[in-house]
T-cell receptor
Framework: NAGVTQTPKFQVLKTGQSMTLQCAQDMNHNSMYWYRQDPGMGLRLIYYSASEGTTDKGEVPNGYNVSRLNKREFSLRLESAAPSQTSVYFC?????????????????FGPGTRLTVT | GQSLEQPSEVTAVEGAIVQINCTYQTSGFYGLSWYQQHDGGAPTFLSYNALDGLEETGRFSSFLSRSDSYGYLLLQELQMKDSASYFCAVRDRGTGFQKLVFGTGTRLLVSP
């Protein structure tokens, strides 16, 4: 099992350019997430997908769009990149949450994409 | 909403024991989890507490007190490789508990 994979690993964009970050998981998880992490900061949720066919905004969705292409894949798109979007982006997946159990608490993270917008 | 507070940094020496605290405020609670992240790496899951008390996994233990809205991660026999950031997390009631809310993290520095 590869777990959670992300592409690309590094990317440099100019202001105004667009790009899509790809994420795939092979653990048959229902839920997938996109986070950003700025230097010295915690993880902030951009968007999540609780199950195939659904997506919802997280804490910092402005400037981003997502697509849950199928159960395995969840992509993040920057339509018009801005320097404020310079960050490390992590994709994660988990089993769907089941109340009162640990199921869904364990999120599996990809290696991250380091994005610089100049 | 949810909020979690952790110390920003903790330092310790090899072989010592260190405790990283997490206090939380949440309108609904379904457990506290901990993640470890090395510099340049991805977060990895360490532990989960749904009920009060201590959960032990090797050198790492995690404790929860629901009445105090408080938990901690205890690292014993510290090794240099334990130098990392540690995050606590709770479920977000506002989204039907569909997502985790992470604390801002505690950077642990282990010195020889």
């Amino acid at each position: 099992n590869a777990g959670v994979t992300q592409t690309p690993k590094f990317q440099v964009l100019k202001t105004g350019q667009s790009m899509t970050l790809q994420c795939a998981q092979d653990m048959n998880h229902n839920s997938m997430y996109w986070y950003r992490q700025d230097p010295g900061m915690g993880l902030r949720l951009i968007y999540y997908s609780a199950s195939e066919g659904t997506t919802d905004k997280g804490e910092v969705p402005n400037g981003y769009n997502v697509s849950r292409l199928n159960k395995r894949e969840f992509s993040l798109r920057l339509e018009s990149a801005a320097p404020s979007q310079t960050s490390v982006y992590f994709c994660a997946s988990s089993e769907g949450w089941q109340g009162g159990t640990s199921t869904g608490y364990e999120q599996y993270f990809g290696p991250g994409t380091r994005l610089t917008v100049t | 909403g949810q909020s979690l507070e952790q110390p920003s940094e903790v330092t310790a020496v090899e072989g010592a024991i260190v405790q990283i605290n997490c206090t939380y405020q949440t309108s609904g609670f379904y457990g506290l989890s901990w993640y470890q992240q090395h510099d340049g790496g991805a977060p990895t899951f360490l532990s989960y507490n749904a009920l009060d008390g201590l959960e032990e996994t090797g050198r790492f233990s995690s404790f929860l007190s629901r009445s105090d809205s408080y938990g901690y991660l205890l690292l014993q026999e510290l090794q240099m490789k334990d130098s990392a950031s540690y995050f606590c997390a709770v479920r977000d009631r506002g989204t039907g508990f569909q997502k985790l809310v992470f604390g801002t993290g505690t950077r642990l520095l282990v010195s020889p």
